[in-house]
């Protein structure tokens, strides 16, 4: 059962006009941790009638009989006025049914509806009371008898006798009011509309967060100096990097990129990937979602396109690779595709970044301070990040084993000198150094999305039963496995997203860096 949107929102904002001047006389009421028939609170209103049991979430999508009687508070004075005899049954049917036998839901006879609605209606304009459209008697069965109906108080009777546990029911997640969202945003949390993940992670606690985000800080300071110093050697001599090792430049400023949005991340902590909290309206801090927040849907265009970007340009290294190893292209001929390589390799990530904007799936990550996908919603998890990662890991190691195969082969068959042996021998080396360096730290980032992906609803599912009480929302009703996520997984996937970009200094670190800086320090570079 979900929660009906407009109609929630409109209970909401009644809750919170009408809370400070509440006044009315009722018996606390525990979270359902198991969906029984209780004993009607409702004092002011439904007291007295022929039942005195009800069954919550009532047909109006209360899970309480305190939410209920805050929603009920604008009929007050109509009840209270006699305008008509229904009224008074009518509403006490909606907001607090008669429990009848599990999984039977009873509806107010339609001519009980119109009777209440007809001579109500004046006395209801004139204290301002619309009658809701969850209330429009045409959505009620056509019959013409009192409520509750003689079958009904029979089931009821037959039903108390049993135990509990008849009635036991599980309502899958409800959104606590305090993670509740304005309905224009497109939010959505566990599967429910207009509702968002809680700020701070809601898995981890404080201080775990803070040495998470320190630690993530460190590491991109570190990522983000490697990738720098790759790309700076490169601005000093552009000639020496040519095909079909370009891409590595450009694979190590998308990383430098992407250290660069977590170091702003962590210094932005959770301002932007989390909602303010706003305790005069009961909402708490909650987890930014959609494209709403300009600053977070920066961070995640940023972060996403060139995580996207570096593992293409990966697969676009291994093809210049492959080119001049099988076919034995010159530097001069896989040059002239360059214009065929950049398209793919910004306009691809471009493509996906703009689908997930149109699509609303940027989440905020409070642990990281920054704005990603696949956070909370697995669908996103599934095709946005983990298909694409996959794809250019298979198509790169073919490529690159097919390439390392056939310079083996030109080694073993085509006699050279002994120092061109050795330089190829060498080269041969450095690839696969640098491909196992990239590899390692992407297949691991795949491995721990692919496991956050299969515990998701586990963990979830715990998170809801240690604080339904507190949200005051049902609790599971059978719950077969608890877990909670341990912190470690988030760190090692954090600090593989960023040492990926590592691999690139290796490649360019050599006695020819160390001299081209030198003569760069001393005024004597080339202009290029």
Request: charged share 20%; with cysteine; glycine share 6%.
């Amino acid at each position: 059962v979900f929660l009906d949107g407009h109609t929630m929102d409109l209970l909401w904002v009644l809750y919170s006009m009408l809370t400070v001047c509440m006044a009315i006389n009722m018996e606390a009421t525990g979270s359902h941790s198991m969906f029984t028939c209780e004993p009607i609170t409702l004092r002011m209103m439904c007291q007295g009638l022929a039942y005195n049991t009800t069954f919550m979430p009532n047909l109006l999508n209360h899970y309480d009989q305190q939410t209920a009687a805050l929603a009920m508070e604008p009929f007050h004075p109509i009840v209270n006025l006699e305008c008509s005899t229904e009224i008074r049954p009518f509403l006490c049917a909606l907001y607090a049914p008669v429990c009848t036998e599990y999984g039977r839901v009873t509806l107010p006879c339609r001519r009980l509806c119109q009777r209440a609605k007809s001579d109500c209606y004046k006395l209801m304009d004139m204290f301002g009371v619309s009658w809701p459209d969850e209330m429009e008697c045409s959505k009620f069965p056509v019959c013409d008898e009192s409520y509750p109906r003689a079958i009904d108080l029979l089931q009821s009777s037959d039903g108390t006798e049993e135990s509990p546990l008849s009635v036991q029911r599980d309502y899958g997640f409800w959104c606590p009011r305090e993670l509740k969202i304005e309905p224009d945003l497109g939010y959505s949390f566990m599967g429910v509309r207009d509702c968002s993940p809680p700020c701070p992670n809601m898995y981890f606690r404080k201080d775990e967060l803070i040495f998470a985000r320190y630690f993530i800080g460190v590491v991109s300071i570190v990522c983000l100096s490697a990738t720098l110093f790759t790309f700076l050697t490169f601005l000093i001599d552009v000639g020496r990097f040519r095909y079909p090792e370009r891409p590595i430049i450009f694979y190590a400023v998308c990383y430098m990129m992407v250290s660069l949005v977590f170091f702003l991340g962590f210094l932005l902590e959770d301002r932007v990937s989390c909602n303010a909290a706003s305790p005069g309206r009961f909402r708490a801090s909650t987890v930014t979602q959609g494209s709403h927040n300009k600053a977070c849907t920066l961070l995640f265009m940023t972060l996403y396109f060139f995580t996207m970007a570096g593992s293409v340009w990966w697969v676009i290294l291994t093809i210049t690779w492959f080119l001049a190893a099988v076919p034995k292209w010159g530097s001069e001929a896989i040059e002239k595709k360059a214009l065929l390589f950049h398209v793919v390799a910004w306009g691809i990530p471009g493509a996906l970044t703009i689908t997930l904007m149109a699509m609303n799936k940027i989440e905020g990550d409070s642990m990281s301070g920054v704005c990603f996908v696949g956070l909370y919603d697995l669908m996103a998890l599934r095709w946005f990040l983990l298909v694409p990662l996959a794809l250019d890991v298979v198509v790169g190691v073919v490529l690159l084993l097919a390439g390392i195969a056939a310079l083996n082969r030109v080694r073993m068959e085509i006699p050279l000198e002994k120092e061109n042996q050795d330089k190829l021998v060498k080269f041969m080396i450095r690839i696969g150094v640098f491909s196992v360096l990239y590899l390692v730290p992407l297949l691991t980032v795949i491995g721990c999305c692919l496991y956050e992906q299969s515990h998701r609803s586990v963990w979830e599912t715990t998170w809801v039963q240690e604080r339904c009480r507190e949200y005051h929302i049902p609790c599971p009703f059978k719950v077969e496995q608890t877990s909670r996520p341990d912190i470690a997984l988030f760190l090692i996937k954090y600090l593989m997203m960023l040492v990926v970009g590592i691999p690139s200094v290796f490649w360019v670190g050599s006695k020819k860096t160390c001299f081209e800086w030198a003569s760069f320090f001393n005024g004597h570079h080339r202009k290029e």
